[in-house]
Structure formats: structure tokens, C-alpha cells
């Protein structure tokens, strides 16, 4: 059973504060790492990929995979009241042979106190 | 707005109804999703159409049908259906399906309440 592991949360942090966003999965053979916005209400809206070991960088957004572990992190500097949402963590996975599905985790929640 | 439309927005049914969902998407995109979100679960892989052929059915029950006759459209055809099906369903499109490195954008989702 091919899994993805969130905290739940919540997750809180002060405005301005860095938001530490973790991830685990189990499918060594997974290539690529999706982070997905989800607020209240709405559907997920993609805002990070990442497919080799390391960090990348989008404004104020980083994402760090750590395949060795499989670990994927998503850092928010500066974060703001409007960054409070649930945060989806999500692997290709195989289903019937294709790598192209993704296996969602549950997500963690952050608040973002002003 | 991410290119990808669903309606209707929400949906009351009985058990004995028969409903659709529709999908669109204006991505140019050749495979299409259907997710089902329930409360405190993650996000659960439905059905997946690739060049609007069904490529992967996951275990899901035979009172959802889901159609693609066009790589732009993806229906949800529901029949009675049972009040453990209320969740929000969500459509989802990429450049192709079976690749791994597969960026999927979703829809707004459909808010199905079964009574």
C-alpha cells in the first residue's frame, strides 16, 4: 500500500514567521512531489513541483526533497494571514503500471496568526 | 481560474435519482481525472482517461460511470447512489496521463449531498 504521511496540524505560526510544511512517503520508486493550496471551501490549487534531491525556490515558497529519506518539506518565509489554508502533499504513484497517478496525503493546516 | 470548469457547482440527489457531473477543460490538455474528497481522508484517485480512453478504474463501485468523449469533456454519471457518497468530487486534467512527471490541475469541484 503505496502511502503519503502529513501532519495534520494545525499548524500555527505567527505572521512573518517561516511555515514548515513535511511530507513522507513510502514508494522509493516515486519521481515526482506535488504541493497543493487548499483553502476552505475550494479546490487544491498547485503551487510547488519537484523532481531532484534538493531545494527549489518560487518566491517566497521552497521545496526540499530529500529522496534518500523520502522526505519532501515545503517552506513559507514570510507568511502571511491569506497563506492559512490546508497544505496537500502529493507523490506519483503507481496504479495498474502507470506513474503518472498521485497518491494525495491528508494534508496539514496552517493558521497564520496576524 | 485554472482552465478547468465542473458543474453543477453543488448537487442535492436522492438515493433513487439519476445525475451528471460535467467537466471541461480548456488546457489543451490529453488526460483527465476524477477525485473524490471526503471528510478527514485524502484526496481518493476515481478514474483516469487518457486520450479519453479509461486507463485506470480504482476499485470504485458501478453506481458512478464515468464517460470522456473527447479529451475536453469528462461526464460522472451517478445512480443510486447511498449517503456515504456525499463528498466533493473533483475533476482534474494533465498533459498525459502515465508519466511521471504530471502536474494536474483541478477544477472547482462538485458539492454532492446524497439524502
Known amino acids: 500500500q503505496k502511502e503519503v504521511e502529513q501532519n495534520s496540524g494545525p499548524l500555527s505560526v505567527p505572521e512573518g514567521a517561516i511555515a514548515s510544511l513535511n511530507c513522507t512517503y513510502s514508494?522509493?520508486?516515486?519521481?515526482?512531489f506535488f504541493w497543493y493550496r487548499q483553502y476552505s471551501g475550494k479546490s487544491p490549487e498547485l503551487i510547488m513541483f519537484?523532481?531532484?534531491?534538493g531545494d527549489k525556490e518560487d518566491g517566497r515558497f521552497t521545496a526540499q526533497l530529500n529522496k534518500a529519506s523520502q522526505y519532501v518539506s515545503l517552506l513559507i518565509r514570510d507568511s502571511q494571514p491569506s497563506d492559512s489554508a490546508t497544505y496537500l502533499c502529493?507523490?506519483?504513484?503507481?496504479?495498474?503500471?502507470?506513474?503518472?497517478?498521485?497518491?494525495f496525503g491528508k494534508g496539514t493546516k496552517l493558521s497564520v496568526k496576524p | 481560474e485554472t482552465g478547468v470548469t465542473q458543474t453543477p457547482r453543488h448537487l442535492v440527489m436522492g438515493m433513487t435519482n439519476k445525475k451528471s457531473l460535467k467537466c471541461e477543460q480548456h488546457?489543451?490538455?490529453?488526460?483527465m481525472y476524477w477525485y473524490k474528497q471526503s471528510a478527514k481522508k485524502p484526496l481518493e484517485l476515481m478514474f483516469v482517461?487518457?486520450?479519453?480512453?479509461?486507463?485506470e478504474n480504482n476499485s470504485v463501485p458501478s453506481r458512478f460511470s464515468p464517460e470522456c468523449p473527447n479529451s475536453s469533456h469528462l461526464f460522472l454519471h451517478l445512480h443510486t447512489l447511498q449517503p456515504e457518497d456525499s463528498a466533493l468530487y473533483l475533476c482534474?486534467?494533465?498533459?498525459?496521463?502515465?508519466?511521471?512527471?504530471?502536474?494536474?490541475?483541478f477544477g472547482p469541484g462538485t458539492r454532492l449531498t446524497v439524502l
Open positions: 519537484i523532481y531532484s534531491n
Open positions: 514508494d522509493r520508486g516515486s519521481q515526482s
Open positions: 482517461y487518457n486520450f479519453k480512453e479509461q486507463t
Open positions: 482534474a486534467s494533465s498533459s498525459l496521463a502515465g508519466m511521471a512527471y504530471n502536474e494536474q490541475f
Open positions: 488546457l489543451g490538455h490529453n488526460a
Open positions: 502529493a507523490v506519483n504513484g503507481n496504479y495498474g503500471g502507470s506513474q503518472g497517478n498521485l497518491i
